[in-house]
């Protein structure tokens, strides 16, 4: 049998679109309804995803209560509850969630997704993230953000206690951030251990995950940039006595497809129109880790910026597409609002299968985190009409192999 | 019927110490759901951390109680579900927004227990080998729980609006900062979480010594003490209701359940008898019954206990409400 690519179905209440909640079709209390949710869950697992993914901030994410206000993302389940509830109500898809490095203690959250794990029969995963926001700094006492470097230093740190103990490591650790004494009192994992996802793509992120990650979770515009990233992380296995197997790359994809092209264009357009330009402006300067952007015309190009100590990769990613292609504030705000600088494609699904079979054939990616633009319609669309093309392909499964999320994603269990 | 005419009962499932039995889930919300067809108030979920010095016979959870109250919660519809969560082992940002979250997945019926007293051995997982002065973690216990509390009122309870064609998702006016700077944490908020349908969860502080009373008093919805001898327990009764009117509050707002357990009575009949007596005596509001995880425990407590307390009038026939605050008789979430 040929490879076959991995699938994430990368949920968020009731869209990955900004102005998803506006849609006519979107069920506007997705995010305090956990029958939503299971909902989602078993469209997922009866598509046969490999796992369900649930993105995690300890705060706001805008700081502007007049902008927060008109977008639907400061309420939300806090994603470790929300994957225990779906764990007893599923049986086969993987559970990923994020937490941070930053505000939690790896004790505790070692339990924590151990007891996930447990409560799944072996299907959980941590994706791991260091926190950039000054809105969620405020909610832990810290006088300031630290510094990149320092964040990933910690995370670094964490990730080994967290391994060590998930492995059953049984004396005490006591380093530069953490001291922990005693081993876990749970169980071994159903599947050896927990599986580790991460999402950073800068320089000492990305080594980070070439030392602990089973999965990379990335951000990728064009093939050259997925491919570059793709090269470049498997590349840096060996450093650490690794096989380019052992990690799978998924960039995110936020899909819009419908029966015709034409069609699929109007779902676009329709939910493009439906961002306020206010909303889109603020979204745009949360990815350049700048607070200013308002105060340039709207229409004029992305001024000069200072580099970043927030979201380093994807500072880049925007501006080299400001650059790539010559857009304005404007376009560059709903261009982003619309899959949060994530791959978008808009097509038939013959066109999606296509695109995304060309970035896994050529070796751009191990599969996709699919990002719907809004629930639970697009999600259905895919799984009703992208998912079986791309079985009819030989590209995808058309049952679960294993039990577990290891299974799934052809991870080898650890020793 | 009158609140304080009957007794609120909650069961505690203890770890089943027989060889090779291991408490799997599904045997765990059998448990949990015969609790709740017996129209229990609620089950309280002891976190499998080390809480006795590592010298417990009992074997652990395999589940960290929060994980375990949101699964718990999808398979139950009636029954309060309180996890306990330490105060080391999570920020309480964190914390407030993890037991929100419980909230909303339950449709009200969740809460937390903290306990007062400090374990030394969490303290040393946690990155604090030294831990704190019981005077300190006292105090940062007390400012913990304020501002979990806190970050539960952030949101008004008609701050949603769920206005499409205006965009606008909820009113700005009706989200609130907390902006809490104490002695030993400062959180901003609001939680990026909902409010709960019970308007806040429960709150439930055990583990009490003499110097925690005034903050249960102050900050508890329900009160957990260990079981005495009969004299002991109505004066500290007494004693506590009083120190609840001194904070400005109805005594009857706080409930004050004691600690039994019918492990060692294998006869479960007779257990009926020494409810009635300690109730009648006003030592408590009722009593948190702690169970071997079993099923054909609690089947005869459901069986046997249960129709025996109602037939003297001491327990109510079902639930008064949906959410948890119902259940005690306590205001919240618009059913009172």
Known sequence: MTAQMKLGAF?????????????????????????????????????????????????????????????????????????????????????????????????????????????????????????????????????????????????????????????????????????????????????????????????????????????????????????????????????????????????????????????????????????????????LSSYLSISDLWRYPIDGPLPELPESEGMKSRQALVVEQSRRDGLSIRQLARHFAGARGHWRIVGTPAQVADELQSRFEGGAADGFNVMPSYFPGELDAFATLVVPELQRRGLFRRDYEGRTLRDHLGLKRPA | MDNGATMHLAVSPVPDTSPGTGLEFNRLASFVQRAEAAKLDMVLLADAAPTSGGESANKPMPFESTTLLAALATVTNGIGLVAAASTMAHQPYNLGRRVASLDIISHGRAGWNATMAQVPREAANFSRPEGFSADDFRRRSEEYIGIVQGLWRGWDRDALLFDKSGGRFHDPEKMHLLDHKGEFFSVRGPLNVARSPQDTPVLVLSGLSEPDLDIAARAADVILLESGPIEGANLRYDNLKRRIAACGRDPDSVKVLTNISLAADGRLTAAADRLEEQFHAKSCDGFNIQLPAQLPVIDEFADLVVPELRRRGLFRENYRGTTLRSHLGLVGGGEQ
Not at chain 1, 191 to 215: E, H, I, N
Not at chain 1, 266 to 272: A, D, N, T, V
Request: proline share 4%; hydrophobic share 40%; charged share 20%.
């Open chain 1, 11 to 283: 949920l968020w209440a009731t869209g990955h679109h900004i102005a998803a909640w506006r849609h006519p079709k979107v069920h506007v209390t997705a995010g305090i309804d956990i029958d939503h949710y299971i909902q989602l869950a078993r469209t997922a697992e009866a598509a046969k995803f490999d796992m369900i993914f649930c993105e995690d901030a300890a705060g706001l994410r805008e700081a502007n209560v007049g902008i927060a206000s008109q977008t639907s993302r400061s309420i939300g389940f806090e994603p470790i509850s929300l994957l225990s509830a779906l764990a007893v109500q599923t049986s086969r898809i993987g559970l990923v969630s994020t937490a941070s490095t930053s505000y939690n203690e790896p004790y505790g959250l070692a339990r924590t997704f151990l007891s996930l794990d447990h409560l799944s029969g072996g299907r959980a995963g941590w994706n791991l993230v260091t926190s950039a926001s000054p809105i969620e700094a405020a909610n832990f006492g810290s006088t300031g953000l630290k510094l990149h470097a320092d964040r990933y230093e910690r995370a670094r740190e964490f990730a080994e206690v967290v391994t060590g103990l998930w492995h059953g490591k049984s004396s005490g650790h006591d380093g530069q951030s953490f001291s922990v004494r005693d081993p876990l009192d749970l169980p071994r994992s159903p599947q050896g251990a927990p599986v580790m996802v991460q999402a950073g793509a800068s320089d000492v992120g990305r080594d980070l995950a070439a030392r602990t990650a089973d999965v990379v979770f990335t951000a990728a515009q064009t093939f050259e940039e997925a491919k570059a990233f793709y090269d470049d992380l498997k590349g840096r296995l060996a450093a650490y006595g690794r096989e380019p197997d052992d990690i799978k790359i998924m960039p995110g994809v936020s899909p819009v497809v419908a029966e015709t092209e034409t069609e699929a264009r109007e779902k676009h357009e329709e939910l493009q129109a439906l961002i306020p330009d206010d909303v889109g402006v603020a979204l």
